[in-house]
């Protein structure tokens, strides 16, 4: 089981509100939909933040390089 820590966090209210109305309308509002809701949105920003710098990190790579680089991965992966 994943252990769970809480968190105290201070939002609009009129955030809170428009939260709280989306979880009733997906047919939420229930107990602990807050709290997936606030975890799914944190996941999701950190995989877009990062996507982000990986990006801007190889922002100078060419697409022959980058077909190289994933050829070579997937290979590596074949022979793992």
């Known amino acids: 089981m994943t252990q769970t820590i809480r968190w105290n966090i201070a939002v609009s209210q009129d955030t809170d509100q428009a939260l709280r109305m989306f979880l009733v309308n997906q047919g939420g509002g229930r107990k602990g939909d807050l709290s ?14 990062t996507a982000e710098q990986a990006k801007l990190a190889n922002v100078n790579i060419t697409e022959q390089d980058l ?3 994933v050829e070579e991965a997937i290979e590596w992966a074949r022979n793992s």
């Open 36 to 49: 997936r809701f606030v975890e799914e949105a944190v996941r999701t920003h950190i995989l877009e933040l």
């Open 67 to 69: 077909s190289a680089i």
